[in-house]
């Protein structure tokens, strides 16, 4: 049987942001729907120079192709020493294709000799939701600082040398649940849910 409830399209086919997203939005009245469920769509290149840009970019696109309301994310990690970097390229930081160690390691290479007090950083989340009457976005930062080795063995990407302050943990080193409550796409994630709520209301 088709579901009646409204459909949001993930435009994303990383499965570790999947799960956070689903997490995060467990509840509403909305059917998330994968790209690879709802069948063949194109890979969005991420060629935009802000995270904003990439975030509408992909949401926008997969919207106009598959005529559901799609929601994108974008994130990046700014190291205050590395005047910002890896930020926008952080997926790909030690090139295309990089695995979640690759540029973990490169990080770390980038950031030999630096002191810990002097390794404050910042995880920084867009979300854009689209569809044909627009775009909306949101955003999410967590400030924290980088470690000189990796600790714990959940989440992914720089979580194992991403420590918050206020829990003395790495992401990696946290819950799913307790990750979603304090990072930064889980402080995005609850005001794009305040504004899917808005929509459920208005029976859009």
């Given at each position: 049987m088709i579901s009646a409830r409204p459909r949001l399209l993930l435009a994303t086919r990383n499965l570790d942001k999947i799960e956070e997203i689903r997490e995060a939005l467990a509840g509403l009245e909305i059917d998330l729907l994968t790209v690879d469920e709802l069948g063949p769509l194109p890979e969005v290149i991420e060629d935009q120079e802000t995270l904003l840009g990439n975030a509408v970019k992909k949401a926008a696109t997969l919207a106009s192709l598959s005529g559901l309301l799609a929601l994108a994310d974008?994130?990046?990690?700014?190291?205050?020493?590395?005047?910002?970097?890896?930020?926008?390229?952080?997926?790909?930081?030690?090139?295309?294709?990089?695995?979640?160690?690759?540029n973990v390691a490169k990080l770390l290479s980038d950031l030999v000799g630096v002191p810990s007090s002097e390794r404050t950083a910042r995880f920084r989340c867009v979300i854009a939701i689209a569809d044909a009457r627009g775009v909306e976005?949101?955003?999410?930062?967590?400030?924290?600082?980088i470690l000189d080795v990796?600790?714990?063995?959940?989440?992914?990407?720089?979580?194992?040398?991403?420590?918050?302050?206020?829990?003395?943990?790495t992401f990696a080193e946290l819950t799913l649940a307790e990750k979603n409550?304090?990072?930064?796409?889980?402080?995005?994630?609850?005001?794009?849910?305040v504004v899917l709520e808005k929509r459920l209301e208005r029976g859009s």
């Open positions: 974008d994130t990046g990690l700014e190291v205050d020493a590395l005047n910002g970097a890896p930020g926008v390229y952080s997926s790909r930081y030690s090139g295309e294709g990089a695995t979640y160690a690759e976005t949101v955003d999410g930062v967590c400030e924290g600082y990796p600790r714990g063995s959940g989440g992914f990407g720089y979580d194992p040398v991403f420590l918050v302050p206020e829990s003395g943990k409550r304090i990072s930064h796409r889980g402080r995005a994630l609850a005001r794009m849910r």
